[in-house]
Each structure stands twice: as C-alpha cells, then as structure tokens.
C-alpha cells in the first residue's frame, strides 16, 4: 500500500536526483515545500522552469550570467590583462568573496579525468587559448584544486600555454592560516615548500 502521494514521491526522487541531497533531505524538502503556502510552490517551480531561458553562458568566461558579457566581464575597473583559470563557477564565487583579485576569470567547467571520458575537449581549455590570443592576454593565474585531477588539468594547461606569449601562475598552496605544522600531512608540507615565497 502506497502512503506517500504520487505526486510528492515524485517531487521526492526529483530532489533526491540533485548532489548532496539523499533520501531524508529529499524527504524534508519536499515536506517543505508541500507545508509552506502554494504560491511559494508556484514561485518555485516557475523560478526553476524559467532558469534555462534566462540563464546562458557568458561567452568570455564562460560563467553562467543573464547577460553576455557578465558584469565581470564588462566591468571597466578589472584587470583585463589577467585571467584567473578555474574549475566551476563555485571557485569564482569564492575568489571573489575575498576582494584580494581584480582580474578576469576563465572557468573550465570541469577538470582533465580520462578514465570518466573527460578530456581538453570536454573542458573549456581550447577556448583558453583563443581567448589568451584575441584578448592580449599577459598573465593566467592556474587556479584549479590541489587535488589529482585539478593538478593534471593545470599541468595540462601550464604546458599547452608554454608557447604563448603569456606569463602562467600557479595558485599557493600549502599550510592553512592558523595551522600548526607538526599537524600537516607529508603532500601539503611538501606543497607548501615547493611553493614558497620570499619573505616581505
């Protein structure tokens, strides 16, 4: 015997469908949802229903944006001669929230992961390069993971630039603000050496 209406299990196995939301969040949710007024319900599923038609690809930086160019892009004040390369639009957001860099972005949408299928092609790096040249582009700021596939893909990229006319950065990684070392593990020690900086 069936307990849950069909229509909230659906609306259940939709949420459960989405990264981070298992089952019992699924459930919550759509609990939630069936609790809260039904013009919050409609606002929702018209928001989600309008996404793709409002939302597109800037086709600079490829960030998801309502207008192309993004404000980022056509912002006057920024640094047009660095480009800062990440994985997803989750790293921008987080670059940005530290007010520390003025450049433009570049986001890959992915990193270099052969056994799933994921190769240059199915990332944005071949757009990279056109940009660098069209854009007179001076410096590229490799700002994927520290993680196995983040550090093939800035490999990857770091090589492929090599014959560009273009200054390539690496992101500092290492022993976190407020760390004590004896706590560090044996990689990002050894991180954190290889990229030392001089001393100010």
């Known amino acids: 015997m069936q307990v849950m209406p069909p229509a909230l299990e659906r609306l259940i196995q939709d949420l ?25 319900a409609r606002t929702l599923a018209a928001d989600l229903a309008e996404l793709h038609n409002a939302v597109k690809l800037c086709s600079s930086c490829y960030i998801f944006s309502e207008s192309d160019p ?35 972005y570049h986001i890959l ?22 940009r660098i040249r069209r854009d007179r582009i001076t410096e590229v700021l490799l700002a994927t993971s520290s993680t196995v596939p983040g550090e093939a893909t800035a490999s990857y990229l770091a090589r492929m630039l090599h014959s560009e006319k273009v200054k ?33």
């Open 16 to 40: 459960n469908r989405l990264p981070g939301i298992g089952k019992k969040t699924a459930s919550r949710l759509a609990m939630h949802i069936m609790r809260s007024p039904a013009e919050e």
């Open 70 to 104: 993004c404000r980022i892009c056509s912002d006057p004040s920024r640094n047009r001669g660095v480009v800062c390369v990440v994985e997803g639009p989750d790293d921008l957001i987080v670059i940005e929230k530290t007010g520390a860099y003025q450049g433009l």
């Open 109 to 130: 949408h992915g990193v270099l992961a052969p056994m799933d299928g994921i190769g240059p092609d199915e990332i944005k790096a071949n757009e990279l390069v056109v």
């Open 168 to 200: 390539v950065t690496r992101l500092a990684c290492g022993i976190p603000m407020g760390m004590d070392i004896k706590y560090a593990d044996e990689v990002t020690l050894a991180r954190a050496i290889e990229t030392r900086q001089e001393s100010k």
